[in-house]
């Protein structure tokens, strides 16, 4: 029987995050509002009960909002209990690490948590890039260690990664992903492949934008606009780029690129590369591809209409939408044929988690799967090194209805 299971007369089992940032905060605030006794522990003295600070008053905006009761936001802080030492955690039935990214902690962590729980625990983390393999390797017993890939913030965002090692469990997988219904969330199961589903399938996103201002095809406000106004996506690559951090979005990306063996097709751009390096990191320092200086006020560059124009009734090779289109569907087709996710949980994370107009498998069928062949191929030859390559699930038929 699994440790969480409990018919309607029972109180849910307490659940355990260790991690007291943003992250971790924000996951105890969805377990605890769903009746979950919740135990946050963070290593850092005062880092918990800190987090239940800025919370309580999180909450009580809510309730001046009118968005929930002074009683319900009683509750959610009341079931939530402030700690520091891991080795110290009454029995659970879910542990949810979302520490930094490092490997060597999170192996730690969870091997400290594994000794001091009962076995049918459930151990999950909340990276975002690490292999779930490796995470689980330091374990005596890797089939309970799981992925739980929530995105920021967690409170208002409805999707999670629920991703399995080699040696997941089955029985814990479809355990968790019905908890995260539970929760009101809209999980989505994949393996640990780099970058999961979201930050692997986006890449395109980013990284043909980049190479367009790079090639001198347009300026990157013309590029934004063609994006948002044509296709239909909240926001165009660079001033997301800008919200997000270059640093961070540069990071993600040179992490899948590490993981799949430098991968050209992974590789991050030059362009990308120079903000990192000269501290143009968007609106945190003020300046990125654009500049946010307060004083004076920045003036945001105009795109280029009649340039836009042009290219998007031009050949794929300089449409900055066609393009990214091609390679977002491109790059999801080749999860789904590696049998990494499915068509429908590929479209629902890419909805779900980075807010596109349509998912990339959604979005390949009208125009044709072999006409996305036909356009990744002409990309190739205009630009060759192996970053265009067409997935063989384009044309093998796997996708057929």
Not at 79 to 107: C, N, T, W
Not at 115 to 126: D, F, M, R, W
Not at 345 to 355: C, E, I, Q, W
Request: with cysteine; aromatic share 6%.
């Amino acid at each position: 029987m699994l440790p969480m299971d409990h018919d309607t007369t029972s109180p849910p089992a307490p659940v355990a995050v260790v991690g007291a940032g943003t992250m971790g905060a924000g996951i105890a605030q969805v377990a605890a509002a769903s009746g979950h006794e919740v135990i946050l522990v963070d290593a850092a003295p005062g880092a918990a009960d800190a987090a239940l600070t800025r919370l309580r008053a999180i909450l009580t905006r809510q309730v001046t909002k009118g968005r929930m009761t002074d009683a319900e936001a009683a509750g959610v802080v009341g079931r939530i209990e402030p700690a520091v030492l891991v080795d110290g955690l009454p029995e659970v039935g879910l542990v949810v690490e979302a520490v930094p990214e490092d490997l060597a902690l999170k192996q730690r962590l969870l091997a400290g948590v594994a000794a001091s729980q009962p076995p049918t625990t459930i151990l999950a983390t909340n990276t975002s890039s690490l292999d779930i393999t490796a995470i689980a390797e330091a374990l005596p017993d890797p089939e309970r260690v799981l992925g739980l890939h929530f995105f920021n913030p967690p409170p208002l965002m409805r999707l999670v990664e629920v991703v399995h090692g080699e040696a997941t469990a089955e029985a814990y997988l479809a355990h968790v992903a019905a908890l995260m219904r539970a929760w009101g969330k809209t999980p989505v199961r994949c393996t640990s492949t780099p970058g999961f589903i979201v930050n692997r399938v986006a890449r395109p996103f980013y990284g043909e934008g980049q190479r367009v201002v790079e090639e001198g095809i347009a300026d990157p406000a013309t590029v934004d606009w063609i994006l948002r106004e044509k296709g239909g996506f909240r926001m165009g690559p660079f001033e997301l780029t800008d919200l997000i951090g270059q640093d961070v979005n540069y990071a993600v990306g040179a992490s899948v690129w590490e993981q799949t063996g430098h991968d050209p097709r992974y590789a991050p751009t030059q362009f990308q590369r120079g903000l990192v390096e000269s501290g143009r990191l968007g609106r945190k320092t003020g300046e990125g591809v654009f500049s946010y200086a307060a004083q004076p006020p920045a003036a945001r560059p105009e795109p280029d209409l009649g340039l836009a124009e042009r290219l998007v009734t031009g050949p794929v090779e300089t449409d900055p939408l066609a393009r990214t289109v091609a390679m977002l569907v491109n790059e999801a087709v080749d999860l789904v044929r590696r049998e990494e996710a499915s068509a429908a949980d590929v479209d629902t994370a890419m909805r779900l988690g980075v807010n596109y107009p349509r998912g990339p498998i959604e979005w390949g069928r009208p125009i044709g799967f072999d006409v996305v062949a036909q356009q990744i191929a002409a990309l190739d030859r205009a630009f060759p090194g192996g970053r265009y390559r067409p997935s063989p699930g384009l044309t093998d038929g796997s996708l057929d209805e």
